[in-house]
């Protein structure tokens, strides 16, 4: 069955550290993973793809890995900002229009 | 032009009306969906369109009729909801399979229309 499972499912740390959330997922066939922000009432913003031959891409303070192995992602935050208190979702997108959610996980940065 | 664009981006509207969101995109995307989400709760699929034709519903009551006027355009007719309709509405597109774009690619999504049901 293809499952996408994130944890942990909420995360509480002070503005100015670091954090990591982690992806699992059983899709396959394998395309694509994906990293999204979303904001209270907002839609979903992309932070990285990654393909299957990729396993680390950056944008600004995050950092995603992938290992299509173990098929396992993690999303690693730098330097946490009050900005950044949101849920990160990972989508996986197997064979043609088949994209499968993780339940996300909800951080809070808290001053 | 990298973005998908949902009006309105808040609606109100009761039991007996009939309204409609709608959502539009000029990446030339062939592919476009609705989702609706909860608050606290992952996105869930309601419609796929794929070349214009419908090509995934996912068990969606019929008092949600989607629409894909042309490659760009992707509607949601909505009449007689209820309470428990009241949700963010999401639309996104992406590259359709076999467009020859490879395989990095994913979803862009709207903003996003807050739907009550009152």
């Known amino acids: 069955k293809n499952q996408v499972e994130q944890s942990p499912q909420s995360l509480i740390i002070l503005e100015g550290k670091n954090c990591t959330l982690q992806?699992?997922?059983?899709?396959?066939?394998?395309?694509?993973l994906r990293w999204y922000k979303q904001d209270t009432g907002r839609g979903p913003v992309s932070l990285t793809i990654m393909t299957f031959s990729e396993n680390t891409k950056s944008n600004g303070r995050y950092t995603a890995t992938l290992d299509a192995d173990t098929k396992q992602s993690s999303l690693h935050i730098t330097a946490s900002q009050l900005s950044d208190s949101a849920s990160y979702i990972c989508?996986?997108?197997?064979?043609?229009?088949?994209?499968?959610f993780g339940t996300g996980t909800s951080l809070t940065v808290i001053p | 032009d990298t973005e998908v664009t949902q009006t309105p981006k808040h609606l109100v509207m009761g039991m007996t009306n009939k309204k409609s969101l709608k959502c539009e995109q000029h990446m030339g995307h062939r592919a476009m969906y609705w989702y609706k989400q909860k608050a606290k709760k992952p996105p869930e699929l309601m419609f796929v369109y794929s070349y214009e034709k419908l090509s995934i519903n996912e068990s969606v009551p019929s008092r949600f009729s989607p629409e894909c006027p042309n490659s760009s355009l992707l509607n949601l007719h909505l009449h007689a909801l209820q309470p428990e309709d009241s949700a963010l509405y999401l639309c996104a597109s992406s590259q359709a399979p076999g467009t020859g774009k490879g395989g990095n690619y994913g979803y862009t999504f709207g903003s996003g229309t807050r739907l009550t049901v009152v």
């Open positions: 989508v996986v997108r197997g064979m043609g229009n088949q994209f499968y």
């Open positions: 992806c699992n997922y059983t899709v396959s066939p394998f395309s694509n």
